[in-house]
């Protein structure tokens, strides 16, 4: 199999790194995760200038129809920059939610959504015994309910989610800002934005799923395959920096680079790091498996090693740094943060650890 990128491909890695090199430091992120919206407007318009807003969605669409490498490349650098825009939320679950449907409404909310002048969030993350409830009134949908970790609820003007209609599962669509529509945003841990969203006769619009459970299932593959190239991207700006430290720390009167009991440390966050390189691509390359069991059993796998190397690599970079590592004024504290954030999102060790076993493992 050819793993070799396109030289698009390269272009738009390259291009992306130069951008977040310029716009996306360690210091304007801290700056704009300490107050709404938490990212920064001006870098999101220049994400549309470059097209990367519109790589996910269909020519037909008027997208770029890039695939699952495209986004990992993307998200990728995303991770290595900490960078705190919603990509994931508008970029990668939104255009698989929206892919169905054709009404006027969803047409305009791509468009925006390409021309970055939208942000869509989708509540995911609701269990099944606490949808919120759709029902059907004078030819209204209304919803009632809660959702809750919404990442971005807050501030997204869109918002996509599961509801029950008392015949099955369906998406719905509705504004940020709708009558009915009550937001309470919060920061999270990781510097970013999330919210407990309440919905009280709120009239939405019925997304054209013909399956609104595998296109939720589908959605939930895609961001799985992009988090954990967001991953990789993070725990390669954490061992640099953590090579970078041991070249540069001295004590004893030497750097204590040249001590090997913390050179075989870092040699293990480097082997922790190919290992979750090489499920990444994993990942990105399963993302899209038609069968779902096997679409499934490939992103536990990759899930379960990511995390495993997500914790190894933190914990190795905070401990290598020493006390300074702890402190909110440098950089690789808050990619530990992140990738502990990371570890918890779309399931966490032990979940995916029972999805693989109860499969019967990668190779079946």
């Known amino acids: 199999m050819?793993?070799?990128?396109?030289?698009?491909?390269?272009?738009?890695?390259?291009?992306?790194?130069?951008?977040?090199?310029?716009?996306?430091?360690?210091?304007?992120?801290?700056?704009?995760?300490?107050?709404?919206?938490?990212?920064?407007?001006?870098?999101w318009a220049e994400f549309a200038r470059l097209g990367l807003l519109a790589l996910p969605f269909d020519e037909k669409q008027g997208g770029i129809g890039g695939g699952p490498v495209d986004t990992m490349l993307v998200m990728r650098q995303l991770g290595r920059a900490l960078s705190a825009e919603p990509f994931l939320e508008t970029c990668v679950l939104a255009p698989v939610l929206l892919s169905e449907d054709g009404g006027g409404v969803v047409t305009a909310l791509r468009g925006d959504i390409m021309e970055g002048r939208a942000i869509c969030t989708v509540a995911a993350r609701q269990e099944s015994a606490d949808l919120v409830q759709a029902a059907s009134t004078g030819g209204e949908w209304r919803l009632t309910g809660n959702a809750s970790l919404v990442p971005w609820g807050g501030e997204a003007d869109w918002l996509i989610l599961p509801a029950e209609t008392g015949k099955g599962l369906a998406l719905f669509l509705i504004e940020g800002?709708?009558?009915?529509?009550?937001?309470?945003?919060?920061?999270?841990?990781?510097?970013?934005?999330?919210?407990?969203?309440?919905?009280?006769?709120?009239?939405?619009?019925?997304?054209?799923?013909?399956?609104?459970?595998?296109?939720?299932?589908?959605?939930?593959?895609?961001?799985?395959?992009?988090?954990?190239?967001e991953a990789v991207g993070a725990m390669e700006s954490c061992l640099e920096q953590t090579v970078e430290y041991l070249r540069t720390r001295q004590q004893f009167g030497t750097v204590i680079g040249k001590f090997q009991?913390?050179?075989?440390?870092?040699?293990?966050?480097?082997?922790?790091?190919?290992?979750?390189?090489?499920?990444?691509?994993?990942?990105?390359?399963?993302?899209?498996?038609a069968d779902a069991a096997l679409r499934e059993r490939a992103l536990s796998a990759a899930?379960?090693?990511?995390?495993?190397?997500?914790?190894?690599?933190?914990?190795?970079?905070?401990?290598?740094?020493?006390?300074?590592?702890?402190?909110?004024?440098?950089?690789?504290?808050?990619?530990?943060?992140?990738?502990?954030?990371?570890?918890?999102?779309?399931?966490?060790?032990?979940?995916?650890?029972?999805r693989l076993a109860a499969a019967g493992g990668l190779a079946a």
């Open 2 to 43: 050819n793993f070799d990128l396109s030289d698009e491909q390269r272009m738009l890695d390259d291009s992306l790194a130069r951008l977040l090199a310029d716009h996306a430091d360690f210091e304007t992120r801290r700056r704009l995760s300490s107050r709404a919206p938490g990212w920064s407007p001006e870098l």
């Open 177 to 229: 800002e709708r009558a009915g529509v009550t937001r309470r945003g919060y920061p999270t841990q990781d510097g970013r934005r999330s919210a407990k969203i309440t919905f009280k006769d709120a009239v939405a619009q019925r997304l054209a799923a013909s399956d609104a459970g595998g296109l939720l299932d589908r959605a939930r593959a895609t961001a799985l395959a992009a988090i954990c190239a």
């Open 261 to 289: 009991a913390l050179q075989h440390q870092a040699a293990d966050m480097v082997i922790a790091l190919e290992q979750a390189r090489s499920m990444a691509f994993f990942a990105a390359m399963n993302c899209e498996q």
């Open 303 to 354: 899930k379960v090693q990511i995390n495993r190397s997500a914790r190894s690599i933190g914990q190795a970079a905070i401990q290598l740094h020493g006390g300074i590592g702890m402190t909110m004024e440098l950089a690789i504290g808050h990619y530990f943060k992140r990738l502990t954030m990371i570890e918890l999102s779309f399931g966490d060790l032990d979940h995916h650890l029972d």
